[in-house]
Antibody, heavy 117, light 108 residues
Framework: QVQLQESGPGLVKPSGTLSLTCAVSGDSISSSNWWNWVRQPPGKGLEWIGEIYHSGSTNYNPSLKSRVTISVDKSKNQFSLKLSSVTAADTAVYYC??????????WGQGTLVTVSS | EIVLTQSPATLSLSPGERATLSCRASQSVSTYLAWYQQKPGRAPRLLIYDASNRATGIPARFSGRGSGTDFTLTISSLEPEDFAVYYCQQRSNWPELTFGGGTKVEIK
C-alpha cells in the first residue's frame, strides 16, 4: 500500500519560506510516477502547485512558478517543497500526492501551514 | 488555462436518491478528466479517471461519463458515507493540471 506523509513547520512568518517534505513508502520515488504538491486554503478548493519526476524534471503551476521549488531525494525516498515570499494567502493544508499521467491516485493526509507573524 | 466549472455548488438530497454532478470545461479536455471525493478533514480520494473508469475499490454506484467539454458524475443511490464534496480535475493540456471548484452533496 502506497503511503505518503508530509512533515514540516506548521507556522511560517510572512515573507519567509515554507518548507515541507513528503516521505513515500510502498513505492519507489524512482518509479514511473510524478510526485505532486497540492494545497487547499481553509474552506476553499484544491490548487495544484507542481510535481517532480525522479529524474529531477519539474512542472509548476504558472501562478506560483516564480516562488516554488520542488526537489527529490532518491536516497531517502522523499521529495520536498519550498515556497518563498509567503503571505497570508499561502495559508492552506498542503498535500503531497502520487500522480499518474492524467490524475492523482494516492494522497498524503495533509498538513496545515499557517502564515502569520 | 483550462477552467472547470462545477454545478451545482450544493446538492441537497436524501439517502437512496440519485445524485447527478456536472463539470464543464472551458475547452475540450477529451477524456482526460478525473473525479475525487473529499470528506471533512480528509484528503481527496480518486473515484473516476479517464472520465468513466472507476478507480480501485470504488463502488459500482459511482459512474462517470462525458467527453470534450461536458462531464457527469452520477451516484445511483446515495449512501450515508457519500455525503461529501466532489471535485473534477483535468490534465488535457499537459503539464497544466486544474481542479473544478467542487460540488457539495449534503443531506436534505
Amino acid at each position: 500500500q502506497v503511503q505518503l506523509q508530509e512533515s514540516g513547520p506548521g507556522l511560517v512568518k510572512p515573507s519567509g519560506t515554507l518548507s515541507l517534505t513528503c516521505a513515500v513508502s510502498g513505492d519507489s520515488i524512482s518509479s514511473s510516477n510524478w510526485w505532486n504538491w497540492v494545497r487547499q486554503p481553509p474552506g476553499k478548493g484544491l490548487e495544484w502547485i507542481g510535481e517532480i519526476y525522479h529524474s529531477g524534471s519539474t512542472n509548476y503551476n504558472p501562478s506560483l512558478k516564480s516562488r516554488v521549488t520542488i526537489s527529490v531525494d532518491k536516497s531517502k525516498n522523499q521529495f520536498s517543497l519550498k515556497l518563498s515570499s509567503v503571505t497570508a494567502a499561502d495559508t492552506a493544508v498542503y498535500y503531497c500526492a502520487r500522480g499518474r499521467n492524467y490524475d492523482i491516485d494516492y494522497w498524503g493526509q495533509g498538513t496545515l501551514v499557517t502564515v502569520s507573524s | 488555462e483550462i477552467v472547470l466549472t462545477q454545478s451545482p455548488a450544493t446538492l441537497s438530497l436524501s439517502p437512496g436518491e440519485r445524485a447527478t454532478l456536472s463539470c464543464r470545461a472551458s475547452q475540450s479536455v477529451s477524456t482526460y478528466l478525473a473525479w475525487y471525493q473529499q470528506k471533512p478533514g480528509r484528503a481527496p480520494r480518486l473515484l473516476i479517471y479517464d472520465a468513466s473508469n472507476r478507480a480501485t475499490g470504488i463502488p459500482a454506484r459511482f459512474s462517470g461519463r462525458g467527453s470534450g467539454t461536458d462531464f457527469t458524475l452520477t451516484i445511483s443511490s446515495l449512501e450515508p458515507e457519500d455525503f461529501a464534496v466532489y471535485y473534477c480535475q483535468q490534465r488535457s493540456n499537459w503539464p497544466e493540471l486544474t481542479f473544478g471548484g467542487g460540488t457539495k452533496v449534503e443531506i436534505k
